[in-house]
């Protein structure tokens, strides 16, 4: 008995170490006789689903799009909203998408401006509350944006922990107060925003 189970383990590794396929398992049952016949063969089946997370806000890819706000002179200051221009759709609208299949998602925005704002590179400042933010899917709300960061939106989960949302973010200027001339923001001067897309 020992030598019969030393040569099976022996052709087991040998077929293994030549890279031959071995011989898959299957059921097989059989039935004979006289009439009618019948007999069942089962399989089973496994599917393994990662957990995921994909987000984006504006073009795909690398691409940070860049919204832009030019104010006319004749209405500085007096309340009048300002429709921006560029964003992956143009006029100042981005498209957000988010896929997740690992529970509530929560987006949150902050910014690299130390919570200064918009920065003109010359001393003067306008806060993030001067840019509004409207979605056309309540189902995929945006953060409001802020000086400090942190403000957080959650897109509506679509069954279980699966969330499949898109919509358009559509940006304006409040235009609630009159500041000094200049370019406000870019991204050496506070005006880059990153939203992170987060699950639990």
């Known amino acids: 008995m020992k030598l019969k189970l030393k040569t099976v383990m022996t052709t087991t590794a ?17 039935a004979s006789g006289a009439g009618p016949l019948s007999t069942a063969a089962r399989l089973d089946f496994s599917v393994q689903i990662p957990r995921f997370l994909n987000f984006r806000v504006g073009s795909t890819g690398a691409t940070i799009n860049l919204v832009d706000f030019n104010v006319p002179d004749t209405n500085v200051g007096d309340g009048t909203n300002v429709a921006g221009t560029g964003g992956d759709i143009g006029g100042g609208v981005v498209t957000a998408a988010v896929r997740s299949n690992a529970g509530q998602v929560t987006i949150t925005e902050s910014n690299n401006s130390g919570g200064a704002g918009l920065s003109n590179g010359a001393g003067a400042t306008i806060p993030y509350t001067e840019i509004l933010t409207a979605t056309n899917d309540g189902n995929l709300p945006a953060p409001t944006l802020s000086n400090a960061g942190g403000n957080t939106s959650a897109p509506v989960l679509n069954s279980g922990n699966v969330t499949n949302r898109s919509a358009q973010w559509t940006y304006t200027y409040d235009n609630t107060a009159v500041y000094d001339s200049g370019t406000y923001g870019t991204s050496a001067n506070g005006g880059r925003v990153t939203y992170t897309a987060s699950t639990p």
């Open 14 to 30: 040998l077929v293994a170490a030549m890279g031959l396929p071995q011989v898959a398992k299957s059921e097989q049952t059989q």
